[in-house]
T-cell receptor, first 113, second 116 residues
Framework: GESVGLHLPTLSVQEGDNSIINCAYS??????FIWYKQESGKGPQFIID?????DKRQGQRVTVLLNKTVKHLSLQIAATQPGDSAVYFC????????????FGAGTRLFVKA | DAMVIQNPRYQVTQFGKPVTLSCSQT?????MYWYQQKSSQAPKLLFH???????NEADTPDNFQSRRPNTSFCFLDIRSPGLGDAAMYLC???????????????FGPGTRLTVT
C-alpha cells in the first residue's frame, strides 16, 4: 500500500565508502522496481530499475538487488560522493489494468566529507 | 532539453480560495501524473491521464480536479484549499504503456503550495 510516515530513516556514510539503502515492498505482482533520487527542492529523478524476473542489475556506481522471497529491494552506491546526498525512494510498478507506481517510504542519505 | 516544467514553483493561497497549478512537458509523453508530497513523505498519486483518459485514485478528495487540454499541458485545480493541502505538488510524465520504458517517470521540480 501507500507509504505513510513522518520521519525518514537516515543513513550517514563517509565520503568514499559504499552505501546500501534498503526497501521492503508490498505487492508480489509488481512488474518493475525502480529507485528514484530526490534532492532538496527538486522532483524525484530516476536512477535505475530492475524487472521482477531479475535479481541483480548494475549501473554506473549503482547496483540494485531484488529478493522476491522476502520482498526486499536494495540500492548499493559505490564510492559515495557528497553529490549523492539526497532522499532515495524505491518504487514498485503494478499492472492494475493500467500501470500504477507505488512509492516506498524513502531513506535520507547523508554523505560526510 | 526535453523536460517537465511546473509553474509557479511557489504558490501561496488563502484558505478556501481556488488555486490552479500548471505543468507542461516537451517529452511528448502520453501519460501525465499529479502527485502530492508532504514533508518527509513519499509522493502520493492523486490522478493520472493516459492521453485524454482521466484516472482518479480512489482516495483523492473531490476537492482536487485536473484538466489536460492537450498532450503538453496538464493542470491541477484545488477548489477550496484547506490547511491540510499545503504540500509539494509534483507533475510527472511517462511514455505510453506499450513502450519499452513505460515505468520510468520524469518529474518536474514541483510547486510548493502554502495555504494561509
Amino acid at each position: 500500500g501507500e507509504s505513510v510516515g513522518l520521519h525518514l530513516p537516515t543513513l550517514s556514510v563517509q565520503e568514499g565508502d559504499n552505501s546500501i539503502i534498503n526497501c521492503a515492498y508490498s505487492n508480489s505482482a509488481s512488474d518493475y522496481f525502480i529507485w528514484y533520487k530526490q534532492e532538496s527542492g527538486k522532483g524525484p529523478q530516476f536512477i535505475i530499475d530492475i524487472r521482477s524476473n531479475m535479481d541483480k542489475r548494475q549501473g554506473q556506481r549503482v547496483t540494485v538487488l531484488l529478493n522476491k522471497t522476502v520482498k526486499h529491494l536494495s540500492l548499493q552506491i559505490a564510492a559515495t560522493q557528497p553529490g549523492d546526498s539526497a532522499v532515495y525512494f524505491c518504487a514498485e510498478t503494478v499492472n492494475t489494468g493500467g500501470f500504477k507506481t507505488i512509492f516506498g517510504a524513502g531513506t535520507r542519505l547523508f554523505v560526510k566529507a | 532539453d526535453a523536460m517537465v516544467i511546473q509553474n509557479p514553483r511557489y504558490q501561496v493561497t488563502q484558505f478556501g480560495k481556488p488555486v490552479t497549478l500548471s505543468c507542461s512537458q516537451t517529452l511528448n509523453h502520453n501519460v501525465m501524473y499529479w502527485y502530492q508530497q508532504k514533508s518527509s513523505q513519499a509522493p502520493k498519486l492523486l490522478f493520472h491521464y493516459y492521453d485524454k483518459d482521466f484516472n482518479n485514485e480512489a482516495d483523492t478528495p473531490d476537492n482536487f480536479q485536473s484538466r489536460r487540454p492537450n498532450t503538453s499541458f496538464c493542470f491541477l485545480d484545488i477548489r477550496s484549499p484547506g490547511l491540510g493541502d499545503a504540500a509539494m505538488y509534483l507533475c510527472a510524465t511517462s511514455p505510453t504503456p506499450t513502450s519499452g520504458r513505460f515505468y520510468e517517470q520524469y518529474f518536474g521540480p514541483g510547486t510548493r503550495l502554502t495555504v494561509t
